[in-house]
């Protein structure tokens, strides 16, 4: 499985920065300040702060799960050709996504903009 498949996309992570999700993960997306190309982004593991990076944390399917509540459930849609379901008694709202850690971030983001939990 690529690494791409179990973190979080760029798109996801940079949201979940913006609601001041903690910034700690084992990857993290990271490109050089100043760069002409907004698709520059590389994945890194312990990426140390420096100050001509932007740096956004890349969470992992665990690390996600960590800050779900623990009434979640995540599975593959049996009908959606693979797809990942999220789902929380806290909502009868439910997420998919064709990675798990995005359909996981997905959850995570409704439930801080909700303001449902904190993390």
Same mark, same amino acid.
């Given at each position: 499985?690529? @690494?791409?498949?179990?973190?979080?996309? $760029?798109? @996801?992570?940079?949201?979940?920065?913006? $609601?001041?999700?903690?910034?700690?993960? *084992? =990857?993290?997306? *990271?490109?050089?300040?100043?760069?002409?190309?907004?698709?520059?982004?590389?994945?890194?593991?312990?990426?140390?702060?420096?100050?001509? /990076?932007?740096?956004?944390?890349? =969470?992992?399917?665990?690390?996600?799960?960590?800050? /779900?509540?623990?009434?979640?459930?995540?599975?593959?849609?049996?009908?959606?050709?693979?797809?990942? @379901?999220?789902?929380? @008694?806290?909502?009868?709202? =439910? =997420?998919?996504?064709?990675?798990?850690?995005?359909?996981?971030?997905?959850?995570?983001? *409704?439930?801080?903009?909700?303001? $449902?939990?904190?993390?």
């Amino acid at each position: 499985m690529k @690494l791409e498949e179990q973190i979080v996309s $760029l798109e @996801l992570a940079k949201k979940l920065k913006e $609601l001041n999700v903690k910034q700690e993960s *084992y =990857f993290h997306w *990271y490109r050089y300040d100043g760069s002409s190309n907004a698709n520059e982004f590389k994945i890194g593991r312990a990426v140390t702060p420096a100050s001509n /990076l932007e740096i956004t944390s890349a =969470f992992t399917v665990a690390e996600l799960g960590e800050m /779900l509540p623990h009434d979640c459930r995540t599975r593959r849609s049996v009908d959606e050709k693979g797809k990942w @379901l999220v789902d929380t @008694l806290r909502s009868d709202r =439910f =997420f998919r996504a064709a990675t798990e850690a995005d359909a996981r971030a997905k959850m995570l983001i *409704y439930l801080l903009e909700k303001k $449902l939990i904190e993390v």
